[in-house]
């Protein structure tokens, strides 16, 4: 199994912040990566796939970056609905696509 | 617009089978190069996936799972099943199916999940 471990796993910070979210692969799993955002009881939404290309109906304020076995998420400017709990998935080994214990993003 | 839908109970008592069916609306299972998956979330915890299933019925299961679970496609009714033998209270979770292969591997359609719980 490929091991996902997010960082950190909690976030505080303030509309209009930038902030930036840490996803780390236990192997290398060649940009095949994807973010989802999780409100509370309601299913994930799909953000970004192949580590950086923005999901349709994305806000730019989205984006990602990364290689090998790290990757973040970036949120540029932070709005008042992107407070939310985010995680990642590997989809590289196709024996287990396995999550990220995920981040949560809390208004300071 | 494709909208997955999950259906099944919400209770089912220790050592029995959950069985879960996801309907698909806006769409067929049995087209493209989609994949059709469930994925689980315990009370405040993480995602967990559990498994895929193609339209040719080919599937993949989390190896932590893979000797309880079966999913399976019935392309005549549209929808695809879950089922995870001798449950316990460590299965109890809100259960989603999605859809994933249509950019890239990532998961881009998702029901609204059911919860089911583990419980004599």
């Known amino acids: 199994d490929i091991q996902m471990t997010q960082s950190p796993s909690s976030l505080y910070a303030s509309v209009g912040d930038r902030v930036t979210f840490t996803c780390r692969a236990s192997k290398d799993i060649s940009k095949s990566l994807a973010w989802y955002q999780q409100k509370p009881g309601k299913a994930p939404n799909l953000l970004l796939y192949?580590?950086?290309r923005l999901h349709s109906g994305v806000p730019s304020r989205f984006s990602g970056s990364g290689s090998g076995t790290h990757y973040t998420l970036t949120i540029s400017s932070l709005q008042p609905e992107d407070f939310a709990t985010y995680y990642c998935q590997q989809y590289f080994s196709t024996l287990s696509y396995t999550f990220g214990q995920g981040t949560k993003l809390e208004i300071k | 617009q494709l909208q997955l839908l999950e259906s099944g109970p919400g209770l089912v008592k220790p050592s029995e089978t959950l069985s879960l069916n996801c309907t698909v609306s806006?769409?067929?299972?049995?087209?493209?190069?989609?994949?059709w998956t469930w994925i689980r979330q315990p009370p405040n915890r993480d995602l967990e996936w559990i498994g895929f299933?193609?339209?040719?019925?080919?599937?993949t299961y989390n190896p932590s799972l893979k000797t309880r679970v079966t999913i399976s496609i019935d392309t005549s009714r549209n929808h695809f099943s879950l089922k995870l033998t001798s449950v316990t209270a460590a299965d109890t979770a809100v259960y989603y199916c999605a859809r994933g292969g249509r950019v890239e591997d990532a998961i881009d359609v998702w029901g609204q999940g059911t919860t089911v719980a583990v419980s004599s």
């Open positions: 299933v193609y339209p040719n019925g080919i599937t």
């Open positions: 806006g769409g067929y299972v049995s087209r493209g190069n989609n994949y």
């Open positions: 192949a580590t950086s």
